[in-house]
């Protein structure tokens, strides 16, 4: 072997020697502070519905009803609350004082609701109003409702329209807006 080959196979031995007798391993830690602020937050997912007179009854015997279901999510602050409230945003009257109208009904003819929500629901029967947002759930502090990303709470508005012979006949929309609120 020649002297050059000699010499470049000792200085790529003493290289790798030296690689390993200095090529020590270390390991070191850190630590991070992960900050969170949970903030209070809602949201309500509703279904739409159609008001029918109740079957058998015919010749007036009952009123229009009808039941919209919604589901919501709810995180209310340690120290304040929330609501679900409903507002007719759009009205079935077509313009004549005898149609179905919830901002100026015909006599004795208003939109009424009764609630279903689990122990938060509004109390007894409430007229449902084109001027205000009514009650539908109100919520104390601290609130949550159920527990998990995908799992909702739900609740019911069950709609009563009487059946006054004094309205032409005809279909009717009305537009009932749901809003959730928290502090």
């Given at each position: 072997m020649n002297i050059s080959k000699k010499i470049s196979l000792f200085t790529m031995v003493a290289a790798l020697s030296a690689v390993h007798a200095f090529?020590?391993?270390?390991?070191?830690?850190?630590?991070?502070?992960?900050?969170?602020?949970?903030?209070p937050e809602s949201a309500v997912t509703?279904?739409?519905?159609?008001?029918?007179?109740?079957?058998?009854?015919?010749?007036?015997?009952?009123?229009?009803?009808?039941t919209t279901n919604f589901t919501y999510?709810?995180?209310?602050?340690?120290a304040a609350g929330g609501s679900i409230t409903a507002k007719i945003t759009t009205d079935f009257s077509d313009g004549t004082n005898s149609s179905p109208s919830v901002a100026t009904p015909p006599t004795g003819d208003a939109l009424t609701y009764t609630c279903s929500v689990a122990s938060v629901?509004?109390?007894?029967?409430?007229?449902a109003s084109a001027a205000t947002a009514t009650n539908v759930?109100?919520?104390?502090s601290n609130t949550?409702?159920?527990?998990?990303?995908?799992?909702?709470?739900?609740?019911?508005?069950?709609?009563?329209?009487?059946?006054?012979?004094?309205?032409p006949a005809g279909s009717y929309t009305a537009v009932a807006t749901f809003t959730i609120s928290t502090t």
């Open positions: 090529g020590q391993t270390s390991t070191q830690t850190g630590t991070s502070t992960l900050s969170l602020t949970v903030a509703v279904q739409n519905v159609s008001l029918t007179e109740a079957s058998g009854a015919g010749n007036f015997g009952s009123p229009y009803t009808g999510k709810i995180r209310t602050a340690v629901g509004c109390a007894g029967t409430i007229t759930a109100t919520f104390g949550h409702s159920a527990q998990g990303a995908g799992a909702t709470s739900s609740g019911s508005v069950t709609w009563s329209l009487p059946n006054d012979p004094i309205y």
